[in-house]
């Protein structure tokens, strides 16, 4: 157990014991290295399996940073696109002149979500059904996390690329340059390798298939989840944001991601990330829904990354939610205290 997190991980120990995730892996960043921990089980439905850290997660909404705003960074960088742009600009079909790529990347667009019969549609209908959702009166005003304006930066995405899938954008702009080879947008590997999230109500247990139902619908052409990824491929992406972007992106771009780029600059909103802690030093923050999240210090290179499998084999929501702020309070609370140990 690491000396420095001892309190993170004995919290994150009780939460396992408790039933909030059966199985879990940590990985802690700093200045280049990492120090990994992991404890409990990949499955317990229909059997039980041993976590490994070799295990391959369904990221969620972590596809959001790791993929969809990757590959915007990169068009940011090469000046392809700019933040102000209309969305009509690159997808001319959608339908509401009024949105930007920075309305949708900081989720400020106030698009109306609720679509219904959605998990009906098949990807061609439900695109189309996007592309017709129009932001709000309140349009760059407030901050409302939603998956729609990652949705539809995917199609924006792919018609920039001559409308080749995202998972191809993806593989392409993000996976190969970071060397990231385990990594994909959807699950072709091997099944015993990958954890199972939820057991639906007919008692089929979701593995390599993904979770959120509308990037099981869209499939390689999801720009809001359906990654699945290792805790090596995750530390070689968050050790690229503390590194600055490496070779991989500019100090200017990764400027970006370190300052609120909401319209009014008090969403605490950056390029797809949450910032917490002062504008100052602020740390980039994204969950993903199955029991997943990266919490990265670019200033003092240090970071964590979490993945369990929370919605295995039931989604209890509400209760995790609660559990996991406690987890990031916990590891936060023990990052200022060696900061001030070393003063």
Partial sequence: MSKLFEKTLALM????????????????????????????WAATVPTTERLTEHHSFDVASLTKVIGTTSVLLRLLDRKEIQLDDPLQMYLPEYVDSRVTIRHLVTHTSGIHTWIAHRNQLSASELKATYLQQRA???????????????????????????GIPLADIFQQ???TPLHMMDTSLGYSGNLDEVVPTEQLVDGQVLRGIV???????????AGNAGIFSTLADLET????????????????????TQEDQTP??????????????????????????T???????????????FLSNRV????????????????VTCYRNEQNEQAESEE
């Avoid at 120990?13 to 409990?40: D, H, I, M």
């Avoid at 304006?149 to 995405?157: C, E, V």
């Avoid at 029991?291 to 290179?301: A, K, P, R, V, Y």
């Fill in 264 to 289: 009014n600059h008090q969403g605490r909103r950056s390029l797809g990330w949450q910032l917490l802690g002062t504008n100052q030093q602020p740390k980039l923050f994204h969950t993903g829904y």
């Fill in 13 to 40: 120990e009780r939460q396992r014991r408790a039933g909030v995730y059966s199985g879990y892996l940590v990985s802690f960043l700093n200045e280049g290295k990492s120090e990994r921990t992991l404890n409990g």
């Fill in 136 to 162: 709000s009166s309140e349009i760059g005003q407030r901050v409302q996390y939603t998956d729609t304006g990652f949705l539809l930066l995917g199609f924006m995405l792919e018609t920039i690329y001559g």
């Fill in 173 to 175: 702009e993000v996976f």
């Fill in 237 to 256: 992406f968050g050790q690229m944001y503390l590194q600055n972007g490496g070779s991989y992106l500019s100090t200017e771009v990764m400027r970006l």
């Fill in 211 to 221: 979770h959120d139902p509308k990037a099981r619908i869209l499939g390689a052409h």
């Fill in 291 to 305: 029991g997943t999240f990266l919490l990265l210090d670019c200033h003092n290179q240090t970071g964590m990354i």
């Fill in 312 to 327: 295995h084999p039931r989604d209890e929501r509400q209760g995790y939610i609660e559990q996991r702020n406690q987890l």
